[in-house]
Structure formats: structure tokens, C-alpha cells
């Protein structure tokens, strides 16, 4: 039973280039969770997805990110002409339903540095 | 301004001593959960509180909602090397419905042999 898949789980980019970050969630969950750590920080809520839709983007920065979940396939968290302050792991979770009242599972997570 | 505040940011134990890490906030929230998050992994969740007042048991873990549903405690008794790692609180204040959990910066945990 396969957890949430997240990858690449480290990824490197020079500043100005654009970093793809994939996530599969667990099998029979349509909810995806995107969180941000930054170094000696907590976790910070960004965006949450349900195929085809988003649902709270509250978190995300107004520009140069961008997410997603199709109906087929992984969820995308795009970062568009990468700073050196994007660096920083990127977590992924996914649940059966609606919200985070029933269990969600976390990916091992993306790093990213931008260098 | 953080709304949950972890204490001791840092502990460093040896093996078989008990200890007691805290999640407070001045909010009101719908429930709270506790997560271990070891180095260049995710974190894994340890136990959901929903009820002020509730006490959850795993294993030499306990931990307390508070009353007012404003904080929390983790206590582990006769800590082993195993323990090491993140402690993590997350709050949700809507009943998770949004997704949009609260976490604090966490509890770094040393047990050594």
C-alpha cells in the first residue's frame, strides 16, 4: 500500500529557472495538502487541491507559484523564475476526503535548493 | 506572530529519563495533532486530540488537550534513542476543512544511550 509519492526528492535549480515538484497521493484520496518548511521552521500551509480544484490558496505567494491536480495524474506545485529564498523542503499530503479531520499522510517531501 | 508555541525548542535527554514537551497558543482550536518528523523525512503523525480535557495513551506516549482547547502536552516516559526527532504540533481551527493546519517550529528531541 503505497504512501504519498513525492518527487524529485531533492531538486536543484539556478536562479530564474522554473522547479516542477509532483506529488501522487495515497490510492483513494482526492485531497492534496501542499506545506513549505523553511530551515529551523515549521511547517507552513500553502495550498490545498481536490481534482481539478482548489480549494484554499490562502498560503500560496501571489506570484511566480502556481498548483494543480488534474484529473489524471500527479499534483504539480510550480515555482516560476526560482530565488534563492524558495529554497526550502516542500511537503506533500493527501486524505480520502474532505479536510484534515480524517488522518492525512505526508511524502517524504521535495527539497529544493536554488543556487 | 507564531500561534503555536513549542517548548523547549531544543531537549537533550539521556535514555530511561521521562520529559514533557508543550504546545501552547492564546486560539481556540478544533482539534490538535501531534507529529514526529525524523531528518529528510516527512512527518508522520502521532495522535489527533479533538475533546478539551482529552488524554491519548500510545505506547510510553501520553498526551493532554488542554481544557480550554488552547494547548497541549506530549510526555514520554523512559525516553530511548528511538525517540529522537521532531515533535510537531499542528492546530486546526475550522475542524480541518480548509486543510489549513497551524504548525509550530517543533521540538527537537535528543535521547542518548
Known amino acids: 500500500n503505497a504512501g504519498v509519492m513525492q518527487n524529485p526528492r531533492h531538486l536543484v535549480r539556478r536562479r530564474g529557472q522554473e522547479a516542477r515538484l509532483r506529488c501522487s497521493p495515497m490510492k483513494g484520496h482526492s485531497h492534496v495538502y501542499w506545506y513549505r518548511q523553511l530551515p529551523e521552521e515549521g511547517l507552513k500551509f500553502m495550498v490545498y487541491l481536490q481534482k481539478e480544484n482548489i480549494i484554499d490558496e490562502s498560503g500560496m505567494p501571489k506570484e511566480r507559484f502556481s498548483a494543480e491536480f488534474p484529473k489524471e495524474g500527479p499534483s504539480i506545485l510550480r515555482i516560476q523564475q526560482v530565488v534563492r529564498g524558495d529554497s526550502a523542503a516542500y511537503f506533500c499530503?493527501?486524505?480520502?476526503?474532505?479536510?484534515?479531520?480524517?488522518?492525512?499522510?505526508f511524502g517524504q517531501g521535495t527539497r529544493l535548493t536554488v543556487v | 506572530t507564531q500561534l503555536l508555541e513549542q517548548s523547549p525548542q531544543f531537549l537533550s535527554i539521556q535514555e530511561g529519563e521521562n520529559l514533557t514537551v508543550y504546545c501552547n497558543s492564546s486560539s481556540v482550536f478544533s482539534s490538535l495533532q501531534w507529529y514526529r518528523q525524523e531528518p529528510g523525512e516527512g512527518p508522520v503523525l502521532l495522535v489527533t486530540?479533538?475533546?478539551?480535557?482529552e488524554v491519548k495513551k500510545l505506547k510510553r506516549l501520553t498526551f493532554q488537550f488542554g481544557d480550554a482547547r488552547k494547548d497541549s502536552s506530549l510526555h514520554i516516559t523512559a525516553a530511548q534513542p528511538g525517540d529522537t526527532g521532531l515533535y510537531l504540533c499542528a492546530g486546526s481551527k475550522d475542524g480541518g476543512s480548509q486543510g489549513n493546519l497551524i504548525f509550530g517550529k517543533g521540538t527537537k528531541l535528543s535521547v542518548k544511550p
Open positions: 499530503a493527501s486524505s480520502p476526503v474532505r479536510g484534515w479531520g480524517t488522518e492525512a499522510f
Open positions: 486530540v479533538v475533546t478539551g480535557g
